[in-house]
């Protein structure tokens, strides 16, 4: 079994800063690929950022300038740091990351169970 667990959202004020991150664990036999979506109310789930293996990036438009996205696979873990949130950033975010587990030679997909970040006018 492979989990994703995912900490930092909260409240924060416009113009505040957070971090997210997200620890994989478990039959882990290599990851590919680890990324941020978001979700807000009545809308569908989009990307916001992700980082594959070797460091290329890509970033929602949205975004661009304000996150960071970041890994540190020798932790299985991925991080989302958000500058200069507004309200249009408020979402559940989750993470996702693409894995060869273990017991399987083939690429999966995993999710994290989502965090709500809030960000308050």
């Known amino acids: 079994q492979v989990q994703l667990v995912e900490s930092g959202g909260g409240l924060v004020q416009a113009g505040g800063s957070l971090r997210l991150s997200c620890a994989a664990s478990g039959s882990i036999r290599s990851i590919s690929a680890m990324g941020w979506y978001r979700q807000a109310p009545g809308k569908q789930r989009d990307l916001v950022a992700k980082i594959i293996t070797g460091g290329s990036t890509d970033y929602a438009d949205s975004v661009k300038g304000r996150f960071i996205v970041s890994t540190d696979y020798a932790k299985n873990t991925v991080y989302l740091q958000m500058n200069s949130l507004n309200p249009a950033d408020t979402a559940v975010y989750f993470c996702?990351?693409?894995?060869?587990?273990?017991?399987?030679?083939?690429?999966?997909?995993?999710w994290g169970q989502g965090t709500q970040v809030t960000v308050s006018s």
């Open positions: 996702k990351a693409q894995i060869i587990p273990t017991f399987s030679r083939a690429t999966f997909s995993y």
